[in-house]
């Protein structure tokens, strides 16, 4: 059989990790196990070389009007892939390889180039959150969600920005070769960790404006490795040397969440990362998390992820 051809579409001016990001990891998956054969080709208007926004230079493997057959197809994203709306030619190329494909993807606002070329349409997708609510309103036939670190609906994929093509890739390996493969790929890259793509593309250390106060900075930088400790406002505020009341409403001007809602989010974070990565039960990933009893992270996770700790279990465990 022919290796899994993966044609990854390119111009001047994308972002050069949207591009070689899912290059690495679709290269990665061949080298950790040979039966999982990728072929690779940046694809671009011409054979030549291009230079992408940050000024680095790639070279270009085949013509867009040469290519005759693919399996899945990366469109980077970039400025200037923002700009090449406008491009018919390479929106109709770009929509000729759609059709010859049999999984379509973006990373970034290449989700605009497929957009104009009709394959987002009545689907949800996601892009840069910056870009987001441009998407949007450009396309409103498309279900933007700003949050996502990717999307799949149906034979199609779209991808938050630069890193998260990279976890759109392992994605698809994992949908390829199954989890175990990707989770090693991710190692092998030494990825902090395999994200899903129901996750938000802010962390909740993100989320929170960098506060400016030391003893605040101090302060968070230790909560994400203290969450089955007590940090009830009254502890917290012991902590930083400050009244409850003046320390509440100190953290919320520093960073914008008031001290509970921090805790709450960095709490779930982290069992969601338990709940893809662990077989442990719920009731005992609420207490590794501090919240106690499986009944609180239950009603929490209702409420904030909008769904059970075991359906989300279901969707995004792993190997």
Not at 19 to 24: I, L, M, R, V, Y
Not at 97 to 110: F, P, Q, Y
Request: aromatic share 6%; hydrophobic share 45%; charged share 20%.
């Amino acid at each position: 059989m022919s290796p899994h051809r993966v044609v990854v579409v390119v111009r001047d001016g994308i972002q050069s990790l949207d591009a070689t990001g899912p290059f690495e990891v679709f290269h990665a998956a061949g080298q950790v196990d040979p039966t999982a054969e990728y072929e690779i080709v940046l694809a671009g208007p011409e054979t030549a070389t291009i230079t992408t926004e940050s000024g680095l230079r790639l070279g270009v493997d085949a013509r867009l009007r040469d290519i005759r057959r693919v399996d899945t197809l990366v469109v980077a994203g970039g400025l200037g892939m923002r700009s090449a709306i406008d491009d018919a030619a390479f929106v109709g190329q770009v929509r000729r390889l759609a059709d010859l494909a049999t999984r379509v993807t973006s990373v970034c606002t290449g989700a605009a180039i497929l957009a104009a070329a009709g394959v987002l349409d009545g689907k949800r997708a996601t892009t840069h959150w910056a870009f987001a609510d441009w998407l949007a309103k450009r396309w409103p036939s498309i279900d933007v969600d700003p949050d996502a670190i990717f999307i799949n609906d149906g034979q199609v994929w779209t991808s938050a920005g630069v890193t998260a093509g990279m976890d759109l890739a392992l994605a698809l390996v994992a949908a390829d070769h199954g989890p175990e493969l990707a989770h090693t790929v991710a190692t092998w890259l030494v990825m902090f960790v395999r994200r899903a793509g129901g996750q938000s593309q802010f962390s909740p250390q993100l989320r929170a404006a960098a506060p400016t106060s030391p003893s605040l900075q101090s302060l968070l930088s230790r909560l994400p490795g203290e969450l089955a400790g007590d940090l009830t406002v009254r502890r917290l505020a012991e902590r930083a040397g400050m009244s409850e009341r003046t320390f509440a409403r100190a953290f919320r001007a520093e960073t914008g969440v008031t001290p509970a809602a921090h805790v709450e989010e960095l709490r779930l974070d982290a069992a969601q990362r338990l709940l893809e990565t662990t077989d442990l039960g719920v009731a005992a990933i609420a207490r590794a998390v501090g919240l106690g009893s499986a009944e609180t992270l239950h009603r929490s996770f209702r409420r904030r992820v909008g769904t059970t700790p075991a359906t989300y279990r279901d969707h995004f465990a792993r190997a």
